[in-house]
């Protein structure tokens, strides 16, 4: 929606303090005359606001605060499943419509008509996440709780404030979603990488606990080397093989099998443990080129 002129005048909904005790009915409503720059104040505030939900995306929820559109991210939401079918995603939004829910504002960008809202950030008074923020660094090692999954990464609890492991910082092999390696609910040990406090972000990572296999990985295989696996993944283009924890190679399709076949799954299963023998090897370029078709051959 357009931005409001300011001389445009509008009253804004009821907000929750950070005590979580609703005005009472003969409070006097604060009006403005700028939606954006009250928005901001909410913030700054950290008030919560009751609204309504009008609609729903494939991201989460959207309501209206007095003329400027707001978005609740679904992993912004308190009780909501993971689903890997995007229908199963889409029916379980619906059900929120005409909804009440108690939100915050955790992001605001006039610029990009931007009104981010969590119901997670609405559980945890002010104080207790700015003393949460004030105690967090980068290089720590921290514990926390899986609680929602995203196809670019996953949500961490950390105890009342929460924090991203982006989908590249879940581990050192290749991740096509982080379900596959966390589940919600699942407890986690974290490094912190990085803390925006203007923000109110945490970059966290999981691999970062563990040694990059590809650091030493020169060393361990040479070309001509037989090493055993498990085909961790099919392609179109080829097979997956998991040679050590978090390290993969790949059996490009034309190295999968001597003849003609439609697909490499006609030649591999995921699951299905292969000696395969080694074509080449570049630790910097996270590069580890295998074969079957050439495990009988002479080194």
Do not use: C
Request: net charge negative; no cysteine.
């Amino acid at each position: 929606p357009p931005l409001i002129e300011p001389e445009e005048t509008w009253t804004a909904p009821e907000t929750l303090p950070a005590n979580g005790r609703p005005h009472r009915p003969d409070e006097n409503p604060l009006t403005v005359s700028n939606p954006w720059r009250a928005a901001q104040a909410l913030h700054q505030a950290d008030d919560s606001v009751q609204l309504t939900i009008t609609g729903y995306n494939k991201g989460g929820l959207l309501v209206m605060w007095h003329n400027l559109q707001g978005f609740v991210p679904a992993s912004q939401l308190v009780d909501f499943p993971q689903f890997h079918l995007e229908s199963e995603r889409m029916k379980a939004l619906r059900q929120w419509h005409n909804q009440q829910i108690t939100l915050k504002i955790i992001e605001i960008d006039p610029a990009q008509n931007r009104l981010i809202f969590s119901e997670r950030a609405a559980l945890v008074e002010a104080s207790q996440r700015a003393n949460l923020f004030n105690r967090i660094e980068p290089g720590q090692i921290l514990e926390g709780v899986i609680t929602n999954l995203t196809n670019f990464g996953a949500f961490v609890d950390l105890g009342g404030v929460e924090g991203l492991i982006h989908i590249s910082e879940l581990s050192w092999s290749r991740v096509t979603h982080p379900s596959a390696i966390v589940k919600p609910g699942q407890p986690v040990t974290v490094k912190v990488l990085n803390v925006n406090h203007r923000d109110e972000r945490i970059a966290l990572s999981l691999k970062r606990l563990k040694q990059n296999p590809w650091q030493t990985v020169n060393q361990q295989y040479k070309p001509g080397q037989l090493i055993e696996g498990v085909v961790s993944n099919v392609v179109s283009f080829g097979a997956f093989v998991q040679v050590e924890d978090e390290l993969e190679g790949l059996i490009h399709i034309s190295e999968l099998a001597e003849g003609s076949f439609l697909h490499p799954r006609d030649v591999v299963r995921k699951g299905e443990k292969v000696t395969a023998r080694v074509l080449y090897v570049d630790g910097g370029a996270k590069r580890l080129a295998l074969s079957l078709r050439r495990v009988n051959q002479e080194d």
